[in-house]
């Protein structure tokens, strides 16, 4: 198996898409940080069946880093993420440095609201700023026709289609399942970070939540059914817990029983920070 071809410039990005465009071919882009995972391999397997042509970024985007965060150790592992994007036939990947995406004189920046306000910003003030800029640099670079995004982010997958709603950006979002281990943990790089007594614990966190869902669906009023689900997490060995919350699907906005509702949460292992969501099942 080949690796993909490996672009590093704007210029060189848009020259071998005005190819594929010149040929007819669609395209479809995974944005991704690297560090890749069987997560990221199933969203370019449908990013391969909706397009002819698929786009890979690996991009460590520091604007959604907080000065507190993890961007110094994000794991970098370029090599290896080229050898399984060869696994899934990628066409193209894309690895611009930091100077290319912000240089000296870099003074924009994008805020989306709506689904953007509390769970993750309550802890991440500038997170989706920083989510929001890049993708759509990233979308303007490569102008794919479809994206696909993970719905283990969901928080995000729903800012990033506010983005392309409200700016016009001709690009189909596409929302994939978390692909999980076999006990339930969601596929993340942070997950690297994690001993065997960490993961023990963390592989309980998928299973708090879809019984705190099926306690909404059955009518369990709602401020007890997270508050439970807290007490839970923490019982199961978790040291803090962020946030659970119940919301609507589309919009984020606070749950209504009459609503498709999604349970998200967050929740700190050591210096871990582990996030996940479940569906709310209807009644």
Not at 16 to 27: A, C, E, H, P
Not at 28 to 46: C, F, N, Q
Not at 244 to 253: D, F, G, I, Q, Y
Request: with cysteine; aromatic share 6%.
């Amino acid at each position: 198996m080949s690796r993909p071809d490996v672009v590093d410039n704007v210029a060189a990005l848009r020259a071998r898409i005005r190819d594929w465009r010149r040929d007819g071919l669609r395209v479809a882009m995974v944005p991704t940080m690297g560090a890749l995972h069987e997560g990221h391999l199933s969203l370019i397997r449908i990013a391969r069946e909706k397009a002819q042509r698929s786009v890979v970024s690996i991009f460590v985007n520091p604007t959604q880093f907080a000065p507190s965060e993890d961007l110094d150790k994000y794991p970098r592992q370029l090599a290896r993420d080229l050898d399984m994007l060869a696994t899934v036939k990628a066409d193209l990947a894309f690895t611009p440095t930091v100077g290319a995406m912000y240089p000296a004189d870099f003074a924009t920046k994008i805020s989306v609201g709506g689904p953007s306000a509390g769970l993750e910003s309550d802890f991440r003030p500038t997170f989706f700023e920083g989510v929001a800029t890049v993708v759509a640099k990233l979308f303007l670079q490569a102008t794919p026709d479809y994206a696909v995004f993970g719905e283990k982010d969901y928080q995000q997958l729903c800012v990033v289609r506010q983005l392309c709603r409200d700016l016009d950006l001709p690009v189909e979002i596409i929302g994939a399942p978390t692909i999980r281990d076999a006990h339930g943990l969601a596929m993340s790089s942070r997950n690297a970070y994690l001993g065997e007594a960490e993961l023990a614990v963390a592989r309980q966190l998928n299973a708090i939540l879809r019984k705190a869902a099926a306690a909404l669906a059955t009518g369990a009023p709602q401020d007890d059914a997270t508050a439970e689900a807290s007490r839970a997490l923490i019982a199961a060995g978790f040291q803090k817990v962020d946030y659970v919350e119940a919301r609507e699907s589309l919009t984020l906005a606070p749950w209504r029983r009459d609503r498709a509702g999604r349970l998200l949460a967050a929740a700190w292992l050591g210096k871990t920070r582990l996030i996940d969501n479940v569906e709310v099942p209807t009644a």
